[in-house]
């Protein structure tokens, strides 16, 4: 009788009928008031539904049903966590110590090494938090980035589940969304307390993630590594071609905070990072650290990684340093190079356009971007032959991507040679089906033919 109470419970609740489940469970203890397993869904129940004090009352309850010493670890450590999250931060502190000193192997061989608890979801951002199996005085907010979704690991996490920090993890469902839907009130609601509880507090993101660190986790004064901020479709400091194709939610400006001094790693050279962080981000936050990383683009963090600082900054932001920038590593990316390639290539400077993209094209055979920045560079020197060869040599080692695909569809229209042009179209959809990018290329032929 009490397996049918458990197995229903277990099964409405992950389907995510929580308040069914919940039924279930309440029926079954008037049944056996003090069945154990019962009891520990029960309060398992209260944390999904974010019923923080419930769940404390439900699991304090169910440590009375065992000896002192025979308590389950796993319900102890719910219960330190659920401590901190409702600001009960000595008891947490206390109940972790505990675990620490009377089950030191089981915490020391725990695969993990934390335990997750989802502290907020409106089916489009979650908030995770990450409890480390540890007394720590550090939490670090993590942001996701543009292509990150929550059925992968948070951002960061593989470095900073390593270190000594507990994580709070905003998460987007979907690639290519904007987190538009989570407002700087449900944020601060829902980790305010948490982070309260911590004697530092650090936030960490890229691109879309170093936007939310700014907008959201300033509002709780923490340290701030911004890398590479922007929000594609701000109004005022975003994409022109993607602006329009989703609704702004946010505030146009930052919330104005001379408290803290975010740092923030950008590339002078971008025109749309450049912007957004001197006309936005120093008026909102004057006492703003700038590190200034010429060619390192708007991808700075595969930047840093490729030149192998990327964890150093991450790592002095989370012991309170400034990080510093090695220029003499700057060789060791194949990003350096392509985009001081661009460069010089816009200032007509081809002999040195052509040996930087080579360089980078050395490092990474397989950037799309090197790739092209040669194309271009052979199309200005009117070399379209010799483009076109080199563009059908790329595709013979990289099949699969679209992108090297057209450039030789648009090699072909600029060379005047529709019927080619046309035949590459029509393998490339066979191959790759019917696209928005390849029917404004039908569109293109058809009206040059006629």
């Not at 039924?23 to 019962?38: D, E, H, Q, T």
């Not at 593989?158 to 009130?185: C, F, H, P």
């Not at 090197?370 to 059908?392: H, P, R, S």
Request: aromatic residues 10%; glycine residues 4%; hydrophobic residues 40%.
């Amino acid at each position: 009788m009490i397996k049918a109470y458990t197995n229903l419970a277990l099964a409405y609740r992950k389907l995510g009928a929580f308040g069914k489940s919940e039924s279930v469970l309440k029926r079954g203890l008037k049944v056996s008031p003090n069945n154990k397993k019962i009891r520990n869904q029960y309060a398992v129940i209260a944390i999904h539904m974010k019923r923080w004090t419930i769940a404390i009352k439900r699991l304090e309850e169910n440590c009375l049903l065992y000896d002192q010493h025979s308590i389950p670890i796993t319900m102890l450590i719910r219960l330190a966590m659920l401590y901190k999250i409702v600001g009960i931060y000595e008891k947490s502190d206390s109940l972790m110590q505990t675990l620490i000193d009377e089950y030191p192997h089981q915490i020391k061989d725990d695969k993990k090494g934390f335990r997750k608890f989802t502290l907020f979801d409106n089916g489009e951002s979650r908030i995770e938090y990450y409890k480390k199996l540890q007394k720590t005085d550090k939490v670090i907010i993590t942001f996701d980035s543009i292509n990150m979704v929550w059925k992968n690991p948070p951002f960061a996490f593989k470095l900073l589940s390593q270190q000594d920090v507990d994580i709070i993890a905003v998460r987007k469902r979907r690639k290519k969304t904007y987190q538009q839907d989570l407002s700087q009130e449900d944020f601060v609601d829902t980790v305010g307390v948490l982070v309260e509880g911590y004697r530092e507090r650090i936030a960490y993101g890229f691109s879309l993630g170093a936007y939310a660190a700014l907008y959201f986790s300033s509002l709780l004064n923490c340290r701030i590594l911004a890398i590479s901020p922007r929000l594609s479709i701000h109004p005022k400091y975003g994409r022109k071609n993607v602006i329009n194709k989703f609704d702004f939610k946010h505030d146009l400006s930052h919330n104005y905070n001379s408290k803290i001094a975010p740092i923030i790693v950008f590339d002078p050279k971008n025109t749309l990072d450049n912007n957004y962080v001197n006309q936005e981000l120093i008026q909102t936050f004057p006492e703003a650290v700038l590190i200034k990383i010429p060619y390192g683009g708007h991808g700075m963090a595969p930047h840093l990684l490729k030149m192998g600082l990327l964890k150093e900054f991450v790592l002095a932001a989370i012991n309170g340093e400034i990080p510093k920038y090695d220029r003499s590593k700057k060789a060791k990316s194949s990003i350096y190079f392509r985009l001081l390639g661009q460069a010089c290539l816009n200032h007509n400077k081809i002999k040195w356009a052509m040996n930087l993209a080579n360089r980078s094209l050395e490092m990474l055979p397989t950037d799309k971007l090197a790739i092209k920045l040669k194309v271009n560079i052979l199309k200005g020197m009117k070399q379209y032959d010799t483009a076109i060869e080199y563009v059908k040599g790329v595709i013979e080692y990289l099949p699969n991507i679209l992108d090297i695909k057209v450039l030789l569809i648009d090699l072909y229209i600029e060379k005047g040679d529709l019927t080619k042009a046309k035949n590459e179209l029509d393998i490339t959809k066979s191959k790759f089906g019917d696209s928005r990018i390849l029917f404004k290329r039908d569109e293109i032929i058809q009206e040059k033919k006629s």
